[in-house]
């Protein structure tokens, strides 16, 4: 297993995408640590069928838009395992309103879940990152960072925002050992999506090349590729997973 010994961080991997990821990461040899927000069950869940099947995997609550939630969550794995390899800024949520009714509270909690999440988190890690030579650092963004919705502008100002962070930073720190890239999922069935695909689930999947919508082992797949010590040439890269979603044409 290409992940053997080496130790991971996915921030909300207590479902959906980010869950799909733990998995992914789990079952090719890394040490898992995730964090969520509220669902414990759902959390719980996910250590549960990880520790049956002999994967060593750690939940640990916090939120996400605390910076100092995130400095003690990376030493807290750091002082468990002694490393910090991999880090999955995955969190997120959408508050999707016109912008004519979006309240500052709609905006903020988006920018601050979305975005200020990755700068907590990638700040404390690459500090443990620089000191141990060697990291990878894959953040989630969205289509919606290049393809306009109405109702969108803070989910989309922070997946924009996700997308220039992680090239900036992918800039500042190559020479140390260390990639940052960023996975733009297209239409993935999670909780995130479970209302508009109830409304409106055929429909979308007609504007899909691929005629289907993602599943999270989609995205989890290009995140373990951006994982492996193999892809050290690749940064400041935005890789889209989207069936063909922004291929236009159709
Ligand atoms: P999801 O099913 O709603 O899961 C969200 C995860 O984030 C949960 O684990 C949740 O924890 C955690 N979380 C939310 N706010 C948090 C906070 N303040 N602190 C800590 N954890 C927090 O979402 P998803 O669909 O898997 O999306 C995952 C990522 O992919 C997001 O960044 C999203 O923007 C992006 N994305 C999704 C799609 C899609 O179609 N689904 C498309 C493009 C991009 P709890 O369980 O405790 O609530």
Redesign the pocket.
Known sequence: MSLDGRTALV??????????IVEALAADGAKVA???????D??NAVVDSLKEKGFDVMAI?????SKEAAEKVVSDVVEAWGSLDILV??????RDKLLLQMEPQEWQDVI???LT?VYNFCQSAMRQMVSQKYGRIIN?????ADVSNPGQAN?AA??GGVEGFTRCIATEVAKRNITANAV??????????VAVVAAAGNEIKKKIPARR??Q?AD?ANAVLFFAQESSSYVTGQVLKVDGGLTLGGM
Not at 11 to 20: D, F, P
Not at 34 to 40: A, E, M, R
Not at 184 to 193: L, S
């Open positions: 921030t909300g991997g207590s479902r959906g995408i980010g869950r799909a995730f964090v969520y927000n509220s669902n414990s759902a959390a609550q916090a939120d996400v838009r800024n995955n969190a997120g949520i959408i601050d879940t979305n999440s989630m963004s969205s289509v919606a989910y922070s997946k733009a999922p297209g239409f993935i069935e999670t909780d995130m999506t919508l993602g999270p995205i």
